[in-house]
């Protein structure tokens, strides 16, 4: 078996007739044996894949108006997907970083946020099969319709002590929110480059802060002068409700997966369209990979952490420094991930070394941080109850490790999607990966919400939160050894008709 020269190893006189020649739907090269790393690769849920390339690239057509180029280009894709993480998940991060949603106490908050994330991880669970039967905008969409029922539900219990509503907003929230949730991982991790796929996960990660940077902005403007306990202002919730409205419209731009032109000229990994049944048998065979198994505490690691230090920050710092924290720990993500995501771009390192090399730029920060949390919660233990930290030396101190959480937390995310990119480039595989992804993440999130709602002992979500980190580390540091030596081998796929259909043929020497 042969395969055609990748269009990143050849960027001589094939690939350049297909870049100005914006009608080329075939690209022809000589052939080269199938490498045994490629063959690998192609073997994906334990099974040969045979004709179906995981990471070959798609020759489509490309339009000749520059606008209709650009807007059909990955970076527009990807503005839209940060247009909508501004609009929804940051809008509800920001609410969240609040310190139990801005409320007084926050184990209504918890309980809320614990409905939503259970409801999310089974829906999310199907992310291969959603998006394999509606497709990516569509999807997101539908999660766009979700984000003003978050803004709404605490604004609601807030003005009028309407608790049944917040909850029930919430687990609206979590079916609508599972939909984008797959829709943006499978778009994130197969739409960009292979190198630029860390500098778009970054931005797109970033984007997420920005929401929560300009609400940070909004609830500190709103809530300056409240130096003790309580909640937030009912105007703050206003505000974040106004822009949780921006989503759905900018959802409608989203251009349709088998049509985005990638800068090089090429479109998207595709494969051809599954049945549902078959779709969920690849689930459920995905699920019984080694690979996956060792990556379930990972991802419910992830965003673990925010039920745990959203109660940490309610119970120990005054409304005004919770209000602060919302705004200077987003900012300092936005900064610093980009960083992280050059990192995970360098072309003059391979893959796997990359990989472990981030993996500990995460690894010593995070173990550092739940050191130093132990060691506060022990000197808020020897505190009145009342005690609520303001602007103060102590603050600092005490305030630090959820500054690292915070950094960390969105660090962990990009190299997950970047890992997982590692073993397929495909739309329907990474729809599949990103799904189990983000519904472990949330199960993660269930659960830590759900804790921090009953008990009482603040040692006893901090203690669980320390265990799923050791249980995660060797699994996440096994996965990453797996991660290729070597950049991957690009092989190239004609589009005869539909590329969602049966009509995507692989090139070989007969058709050359």
Known sequence: MSIPYSADDDKSKDLTTHQHDPTTLVVISETIEEPTTHRAQLNILGEYAGNEDHDALRAIEVPTNKWTRR??????????????????????????????????????????????????????????????????????????????????????????????????????????????????????????????????????VGMRNVGSIIGGA?????????????????????????????????????????????????????????????????LWEHHKQRRTLLLIPVYVLTYFGDGVWGTYLSLHFSVRSRA?????????????????GMILDMKSVGPRKKGLIAFWIWTVPSAAMLIWVMINLHWFGNQPTSVRLDYTARWVAMWLPYWIYN?????????????????????????????????????????????????????????IYIGIFLLAMPGWYMTLLEVPVETKVRGVVEEVEDVDGPGVKKLDEATA
């Open 71 to 204: 807007y059909r280009s990955v970076a527009f894709q990807m503005v839209i997907l940060a247009v909508l993480a501004f609009s929804g998940p940051s809008m509800s991060n920001a609410i969240s970083a609040l310190g139990g949603g801005g409320l007084a106490t926050p184990y209504t908050a918890n309980a809320a946020s614990a409905t939503q994330y259970s409801v999310s991880s089974v829906f999310a669970m199907f992310g291969g099969p959603i998006i394999g039967v509606i497709g990516i905008p569509v999807a997101c969409m539908i999660g766009a319709m979700g984000f003003p029922l978050s803004g709404s539900g605490f604004y609601v219990n807030s003005k009028y002590g309407i608790q049944w509503y917040l909850i029930f907003a919430k687990a609206l929230y979590g079916i609508t929110s599972s939909f984008l949730y797959i829709a943006e991982a499978a778009a994130i991790i197969s739409y960009p480059e292979e190198h630029r796929r860390g500098f778009y996960i970054s931005i797109w």
């Open 218 to 282: 909004i609830t500190l403007g709103l809530n300056i002068t409240r130096k003790g306990a309580g909640g937030v202002s009912v105007n703050t919730y206003l505000a974040f409700l106004g822009m949780e409205c921006i989503g759905l419209p900018a959802a409608f731009l989203m251009t349709k997966t088998k049509k985005v032109v990638r800068s090089d000229g090429y479109g998207v990994p595709m494969l051809p369209r599954k049945s549902w049944r078959r779709e969920v048998k690849l």
């Open 324 to 340: 602060l924290s919302s705004l200077v720990a987003p900012l300092s993500a936005l900064l610093i991930n980009p960083l992280f």
């Open 407 to 463: 950094v960390n937390a969105w660090m962990s995310q990009t190299l997950v999607y970047w890992m997982l990119g590692q073993f397929a480039s495909d739309v329907t595989t990474n729809a599949r990966t990103g799904g189990v992804f983000r519904a472990w993440e949330t199960v993660g999130q269930a659960v830590s919400y759900g804790i921090n709602s009953h008990t009482t002992n603040k040692y006893i979500p901090f203690g």
